[in-house]
C-alpha cells in the first residue's frame, strides 16, 4: 500500500487535486472577509454559492456562454446577499438566525429553479465547462508545472484575487471604511461613514465572490447541477475566515488545508487505501477551533462581530 | 384569570399561523410559476401527512426527535447563547446509548436508563465543550458548536466503517443492531410510531417546569442582557456551561429516541439535518415549549407529506425547504417590525403629540 502513495505520481496528483479542491472555498472565503471585516457573519454562504452554481449553470446552458454564466453567478450571489443584508443590517436580526434561513432558502430555491427548468426525473443536463490552460513553458517544467500550472481559467483567478482581495482591504479608503464599520461603527459613523451602505456593499461583494465559488462547483469543477452541490463548502468558507484571522493570505492557507484534507481522502479512496482517513478529515475543523481560542483570547474580532448598528441606541 | 390565560394563548398563536399562511401562500405563487396547480399540490401534501394511519404514523415518527431538538435549542437560545450545533449533539447522544446498548451486559431494565442518561450526557458533553470554550477562551459558540457538528459526523462516520462496524454485516457502514429486547415498543406493527413519543411530551411537560424553575429564570434572565444577571449575582460563566450542556443533553435524548425507537442501529447519516430544521422549529414556537410542540408537528407533516407531492405531482420536493426558508425570514422580520420600528413609531407619534 505504501507503495502506491509514495509516488512522485500520486503526490501530484493530490496537490493538483488540492488546488481544484481549494478554489470554491478560497473564492468564498475570500468573499466572507469583505463581510466579516464590515461586522457580518453570513451563516448563509452555503445558500448564496448553491445559487451561483445554478445561476452559473442555467445561464451557461442556455447562452452556451461560460463567461456569461459567471456574470450569472455573480448577480445571483449579489442578489441573494441583498436578502441577507437587509435582514441583518436594515431589520437588524439576529446574524445566526438570518444565516440559517438563507442557507435554507437558498439551498431549497436553487433546487427549485432547477427543477422547474429541467423537470424531476430528466438525466442531468449537461454543459461543456472550464477546460484546463495549461501555462506555456511553465507547465512543462516536472512535477511543479503539472501541480500548478495545468489548471482551469477560474482556479488561476481565485489565486489572482487573493492579491486583489488584499490590496482593496489594506491599501484603499474602501478598504479602510470597512475595517472602521467593523471595528467601531459609532466613530465611523461620527466620521460621516455611512455604516449601513458600507455594510450592503461588503455583503454584496461577499455575494459576487461566493457567486463564483459556486459557478466554480457547476461550470469548471463538473458540468453539471446537483442538490448537493455544495454540501456544507460555504460552512466551510466560514471556519476558513476564522482560521485566517480575516486575512486574504492566510485564508489561502486555509483554504489548501481543508483542500488537502479532501483530497487525500479521494486519493487514498481510489487506491483502496485501508487508513481510517475520518481523523484526516477531521483536521481542519479541530484546526479552526484551535485557532478560534488563540483569537478569541487576544481579542482580535472585529469589535462590532455580529452587532447590529443603530444609531438611536446607546 | 383562566380566560385571560386562554386569550393569551390564543393571541400568541395567531402570529405563527399567519407567518405560515404567508409562507405557504408564496409557495403557491412558486407552484404556479412552475405551471402545476398549487391546490392540488398542497391537498397531496395534506393527505401524504394525514392520508392514513401510516402517514400519521410517519409524521409523528419524524416530529419526536424534531420537537426534543427544538425543546434543547431553545434553552440555549433564550439565554442568547447561538447552539448551531444540535445535529452533532444528536449524533455523539446516539454514539453513547448505542454503545451502552450492544456491548453492556446488563439485564434489559437496567440497560434503558442508562442508555437514556448515556444519550443525555454524550450530547451534554459536546454542548459544553463549546460552552466551556465560550467562558474559558471567549470563543464564538456558533463556530465551535458548527465545527464540532462535523467532527461528529467524522467520528460517527470512522465508528461505524471501523471498530463499531457489523462484522456481521458484509461491510455495510453501519453497526450490529440492538437486542430485541432493547427496542422501543411499537404501537402496532403495520406502523413505526414507537413508545419513543411518550418520552419527547414528557420532555415537553418538563421544559415547561423547567421555565418555572429558578434556574430556568436565571437562564432567561441572563439572556436578557449581561447587566441584569450581574445584578443578579449569576455566575455568567458557569451557567454558559450548564445551558450549553443541558441544550445538548436534550439533543442527545432525540439521538436515543431516534436510534432505540426506529433505526435500532447507527448509520452514517443518522442526524440528516434535523439539527437546521429544529432551529426552524424553535424559533417558529416561539421559543416556547408548547408552541415548539405544534410547529415540530407543522413541520413534519410538510417533510413527509412533500415527499407525495413530488412522487404523485411532480412538484419539486424542495418547496418544502423554501417554506421553511421564508418561515423564519418572517419571524424575524416580524420580531424586528415589533421590536424596534414599532417602538420607534409610537415613540415618534408620542413625541410630536407631546409637543402639540
Redesign the interface.
Known amino acids: 500500500m505504501w507503495d502506491d502513495i509514495l509516488t512522485t505520481g500520486f503526490l501530484v496528483s493530490v496537490l493538483a487535486a488540492t488546488i481544484r479542491l481549494a478554489t470554491p472555498i478560497l473564492f468564498t472565503s475570500l468573499g466572507a472577509i469583505y463581510g466579516q471585516r464590515s461586522g457580518i ?1 453570513n ?1 448563509g454562504l452555503e ?1 448564496t454559492m448553491t445559487i451561483g452554481a445554478v445561476c452559473a449553470f442555467i445561464v451557461a446552458f442556455f447562452t452556451n456562454s461560460l463567461f456569461l454564466g459567471l456574470l450569472g453567478a455573480v448577480l445571483g450571489g449579489i442578489l441573494f446577499s441583498v ?1 441577507m443584508a437587509w ?1 441583518s443590517v436594515t ?4 446574524q ?3 444565516g ?13 429553479i432547477y ?2 427548468i429541467f ?2 426525473k430528466s438525466l442531468p443536463a449537461q454543459i461543456e465547462s472550464f477546460q484546463q490552460i495549461r501555462i506555456p513553458l511553465l507547465s512543462d517544467i516536472p512535477i511543479v508545472g503539472k501541480i500548478f500550472f495545468d489548471h482551469n481559467l477560474l482556479i488561476y483567478f481565485a489565486f489572482l484575487l487573493v492579491v486583489i482581495t488584499w490590496f482593496v482591504l489594506e491599501k484603499t479608503v474602501f478598504g479602510l471604511k470597512i475595517k472602521a464599520v467593523g471595528e467601531h461603527p459609532r466613530a465611523a459613523d461620527s466620521k460621516g461613514i455611512n455604516v449601513a451602505k458600507v455594510r450592503y456593499q461588503s455583503l454584496m461583494i461577499e455575494g459576487a465572490y461566493a457567486g463564483l465559488g459556486g459557478a466554480f462547483m457547476s461550470i469548471a469543477y463538473m458540468n453539471s447541477f446537483t ?1 448537493s452541490i455544495i454540501t ?1 463548502r460555504g ?1 466551510i468558507a ?2 476558513v475566515v ?1 482560521f485566517a484571522r480575516w486575512h486574504p493570505t492566510r485564508a489561502m492557507w486555509g483554504a489548501l488545508l481543508y483542500g488537502l484534507a479532501s483530497a487525500l481522502q479521494i486519493r487514498l479512496q481510489a487506491i483502496g487505501a485501508e487508513i ?1 482517513n ?2 484526516l ?2 483536521l481542519p ?2 484546526l ?2 484551535i485557532v ?2 488563540g483569537v ?2 487576544k ?1 482580535e ?1 472585529p469589535g462590532a ?2 452587532l447590529p448598528y ?1 444609531r ?1 441606541e446607546r | 384569570m383562566g380566560k385571560t390565560r386562554i386569550k393569551k394563548a390564543v393571541g400568541s398563536i395567531w402570529p405563527a399561523a399567519i407567518t405560515i399562511i404567508i409562507a405557504l401562500f408564496i409557495g403557491a405563487i412558486l407552484i404556479v410559476i412552475s405551471g402545476k396547480d398549487p391546490i392540488d399540490a398542497y391537498r397531496l401534501l395534506f393527505n401524504g401527512a394525514f392520508g392514513s394511519a401510516h402517514k400519521i404514523s410517519e409524521t409523528l415518527v419524524k416530529a419526536i426527535p424534531l420537537m426534543i431538538m427544538a425543546l434543547g435549542i431553545s434553552i440555549a437560545f433564550k439565554n442568547k447563547m447561538w447552539n448551531i450545533g444540535a445535529d452533532g449533539q444528536f449524533t455523539l447522544g446516539a454514539i453513547f446509548s448505542l454503545s451502552v446498548g450492544i456491548y453492556l451486559k446488563l439485564p434489559v431494565w437496567l440497560l434503558f436508563p442508562i442508555s437514556f442518561l448515556a444519550a443525555f450526557i454524550g450530547g451534554a458533553l459536546w454542548g459544553a465543550l463549546a460552552g466551556w470554550l465560550k467562558a474559558k477562551f471567549n470563543a464564538n459558540e456558533v463556530i465551535t458548536t458548527l465545527m464540532l457538528n462535523y467532527i461528529a459526523t467524522y467520528l460517527l462516520t470512522y465508528l461505524v466503517y471501523g471498530p463499531m462496524m457489523d462484522p456481521e454485516g458484509f461491510g455495510f457502514p453501519q453497526t450490529p443492531l440492538l437486542p430485541e429486547g432493547l427496542h422501543l415498543g411499537l404501537f402496532s406493527a403495520q406502523t413505526r410510531i414507537h413508545m419513543g413519543i411518550f418520552v419527547a411530551l414528557a420532555l415537553l411537560g418538563l421544559v415547561i417546569l423547567f421555565w418555572k424553575s429558578t434556574l430556568g429564570y436565571k437562564i432567561e434572565l441572563m439572556g436578557q442582557g449581561e447587566q441584569v444577571s450581574r445584578y443578579a449575582g449569576i455566575n455568567a460563566k458557569r451557567m454558559m456551561i450548564l445551558v450549553m450542556a443541558l441544550s445538548g443533553g436534550l439533543c442527545g435524548i432525540a439521538g436515543w429516541n431516534e436510534i432505540y425507537g426506529v433505526h435500532y442501529r447507527l448509520m452514517t447519516d443518522i442526524a440528516s439535518g434535523y439539527g437546521t430544521l429544529a432551529i426552524v422549529i424553535a424559533l417558529l414556537g416561539n421559543l416556547n415549549p408548547v408552541g415548539i410542540g405544534v410547529s415540530s408537528f407543522f413541520f413534519a407533516a410538510l417533510l413527509v407529506g412533500g415527499n407525495t407531492m413530488q412522487r404523485m405531482t411532480g412538484i419539486p420536493y424542495s418547496i418544502v425547504d423554501i417554506i421553511q426558508g421564508l418561515v423564519i425570514i418572517f419571524v424575524i422580520t416580524r420580531q424586528a417590525i415589533n421590536l424596534e420600528s414599532v417602538r420607534m413609531f409610537f415613540k415618534k407619534i408620542g413625541g410630536k403629540q407631546h409637543v402639540g
Not at chain 1, 431589520?91 to 439576529?94: D, L, S, T
Open positions: 457573519l451563516l445558500g436578502i435582514l431589520m437588524k436580526a439576529n445566526v438566525i438570518a440559517t434561513a438563507m442557507t435554507i432558502l437558498g439551498v431549497g430555491l436553487s433546487a427549485f427543477r422547474a423537470g424531476i442538490d456544507g460552512f466560514v471556519a476564522v481510517p475520518q481523523f478529515l477531521m475543523y479541530v479552526t477551533i478560534l481560542i478569541s483570547k481579542a474580532f462581530y455580529t443603530s438611536m
